[in-house]
């Protein structure tokens, strides 16, 4: 069954918020390991996704928004 576009941006919508959420969670508590967890937390994202050939752009699009979250304090 193929989601409707308004139901895939929803999606997407959520995953960015709860991994921003997740990010910030992991960087209290581990600190310098949150290298490690966010590359883990970019190939789950990307993954949950479904399309293949979006990767290496759903990767970019995770990398900037977790620095914006980690320099800035939110999104």
Known sequence: MI????RSRLST???LISASA???TVALVF???VVVGLTVQLLVFA????VPILLPYLLALRI???LLR???GNL
């Open 3 to 6: 989601d409707s576009p308004q």
């Open 13 to 15: 919508a959520i995953l």
């Open 22 to 24: 997740v990010l910030g």
């Open 31 to 33: 600190g310098a390991a």
């Open 47 to 50: 993954l949950r996704l479904g």
């Open 64 to 66: 900037c928004l977790a």
């Open 70 to 72: 980690r320099f800035h």
